[in-house]
């Protein structure tokens, strides 16, 4: 059979009731004294909707059963550890469906221009960090975001050069979708008045057409091609930070998107027994399948800790630097349409090809004309897929093939999604910075059918959520608060009700959604016999408390195959 996606473990350990405990091996832990949200639908019980338990019983990675505190307390050993939960709110661990693990953690060790609402303040972040480098020595970072400043427009290469003109300096907006380099840079890359823009990119000049610093889209490879990489010891010291964020903020699984020597370092921290999340590689759609069949065999494919997953590709870039693809000009911008980076021949006949391959794929897609390259693409992809013969991971015909963001689409896109099978991973916590603007640049037409969460579901379209760490925040809840209320954190605006979700579908997205959007709804996203033993113990009870309140919780433990990974102080 070939495989769409990495086949996962499936041996659990075999689930049965909590009535049968004698005949049960002995647990290694036991979890008591909890309100424990299994994600298992069910009938009400006397902690409210949906099906809650007050004890769970751990052995070794699994969850060996579920039930009342007498029920398990049967099940312990001599040798078995008893956690009193005091009460507290318990839920499947977060699964984070797209993310940057390996960037999160060098953005907090390069210039962090996050939340930067001036240009002065941003000159003065950058100044700090050129005092501090040596002579000559780059000068990186990344985070600015030019919709929070007063005047609503990029930094160039002159703004960069008032700080340091012997320090190369380059500095990616917030969303990696555009950036900017100083002069020194730009020499050193050899952007000149001559340079041409690149298939998918643009090189943004002035009224003289001299390169003014700013690059978008496949234009600032031209620049990061110059830049030396980070050492060995700093990219550890870096994922080593955002794993500690993603313990401390529930998310016990991550699909992430970083770069091959970064999947080193997972291997390297997971023989070491460090390895506190668990970590679905993607690797590079544009690789070749050679390539791709290499870095896909090199590591175990039912390693539940740490695999390779699908391929990542990119369709266009973003609203927020306009490089988003539309089916019809911004609104705000009458002349653009964004900036598509395939041709549909090349795209669809690359997509075939690693289908065939048996690679699950997912691509980047914000814009509307975007969407539809990704849908075109895969149904070529899947009807090919199924004259061959080739199987999916789960011996059927469901490629699980997805759509990263998918923002701005039709009611007739979503139909498509349906029809084709398509998940739609998305990030809710992005309409909070978007919906400042994101009307202006679509139109109330479209805007209308952007972050539709809401119409995905009632279409049938199964949703991943995740955050796009370091893009925002990594903490699931404000993006569950975004689902619930399609408000800003002050409450002072609101955009599009209608797609807003309850709180039982947006934590579904963030688990049992997201597991299956990584072919591993059989290992993870509920809390019953025979799954992962991965769980987050909070402060609140979110499915009780009001859509405000969720933005204060705080993780008080959290557990990935049964080992405490974080516990509050």
């Known amino acids: 059979m070939t495989r769409i996606a990495p086949i996962l473990l499936l041996a659990v350990a075999s689930g049965v009731s909590a009535q049968n405990a004698a005949q049960k091996p002995k647990a290694d832990l036991i979890f008591t004294h909890g309100n424990i949200y299994t994600g298992v639908t069910g009938a009400a019980s006397s902690f409210g909707a949906g099906k809650r338990s007050e004890a769970l019983a751990v052995l070794n990675d699994r969850i060996l059963a579920v039930g009342t505190r007498d029920e398990i307390m049967k099940l312990k050993g001599p040798e078995t550890k008893i956690v009193d939960l005091d009460g507290h709110f318990v839920m499947p661990g977060f699964n984070d469906a797209h993310m940057h693990l390996a960037s999160a953690g060098l953005e907090k060790m390069n210039v962090n221009m996050v939340g930067v609402k001036t240009l002065d303040e941003f000159r003065e972040r950058l100044r700090a960090k050129v005092e501090a480098a040596e002579l000559g020595e780059w000068v990186v970072g990344e985070g600015w975001d030019e919709t929070l400043w007063p005047v609503k427009v990029p930094p160039t290469r002159w703004d960069l050069d008032e700080v340091s003109g012997k320090h190369p300096i380059y500095l990616e907006r917030v969303d990696g979708h555009i950036g900017v380099a100083n002069t020194r840079a730009l020499q050193l890359a050899s952007v000149t008045v001559a340079s041409r823009n690149p298939d998918g990119g643009k090189i943004d000049r002035d009224d003289a057409g001299t390169p003014n610093g700013v690059l978008r889209e496949k234009a600032q490879e031209l620049v990061q091609s110059v830049i030396p990489k980070p050492t060995h010891e700093k990219r550890r010291r870096a994922i080593e930070l955002a794993l500690a964020d993603l313990a401390s903020h529930g998310i016990t699984s991550a699909q992430d998107y970083s770069q091959w020597e970064d999947f080193q370092i997972y291997e390297e921290l997971e023989r070491e027994g460090k390895l506190t999340a668990r970590i679905s590689e993607w690797l590079t759609f544009d690789d070749s399948i050679e390539e791709l069949n290499n870095k896909r065999n090199s590591h175990p494919a039912s390693d539940n800790m740490l695999h390779t997953g699908m391929l990542k590709g990119f369709m266009d870039g973003s609203l927020g630097s306009k490089t988003a693809a539309l089916l019809e000009p911004y609104s705000d911008d009458p002349k653009n349409s964004g900036l598509p980076q395939y041709e549909a021949a090349k795209l669809n006949a690359m997509t075939k090809e690693r289908v065939l391959a048996g690679y699950q ?3 980047h897609a914000i814009g509307d004309k975007g969407v539809q390259m990704a849908l075109d693409a895969f149904a070529e992809a899947e009807k090919a897929a199924k004259e061959s013969k080739v199987k999916a991971a789960d011996g059927g015909s469901d490629y699980r093939l997805r759509v990263e963001h998918a923002q701005v689409t039709t009611p007739q896109q979503i139909q ?11 990030q809710p916590n992005h309409l909070l910075t978007d919906m400042n ?7 109330p037409k479209r805007a209308e059918h952007s972050y539709a969460w809401a119409e995905f579901l009632r279409y049938g379209v199964v949703l991943a959520f995740g955050t796009d760490y370091p893009v ?6 404000r993006g569950i608060y975004s689902a619930l209320t399609r408000a800003s954190e002050d409450g002072t605006k609101s955009y599009y009700l209608a797609q ?6 947006a934590i579904a997205a963030y688990t049992t959604g997201a597991a299956f959007a990584e072919f591993a709804e059989k290992q993870k996203g509920k809390l019953e016999p025979g799954m992962l033993a991965d769980f987050v113990v909070l402060d609140q009870d979110i499915t009780a408390a009001p859509p405000p309140k969720i933005l204060q919780t705080k993780v008080l433990r959290t557990v990935v195959g049964g080992k405490t990974v974080y516990e509050a102080k």
Not at 437 to 443: I, N, Q, T
Not at 472 to 477: A, R
Request: net charge positive; proline share 6%.
């Open 437 to 443: 603007w994101a009307e202006s640049r679509l139109g």
């Open 361 to 363: 794929i997912g691509f």
């Open 472 to 477: 925002e925040p990594v903490t699931p809840f």
């Open 500 to 505: 807003k979700l309850n709180i039982e579908q």
């Open 416 to 426: 498509r999604f349906k029809d084709l099978k398509v998940i739609a991973s998305m």
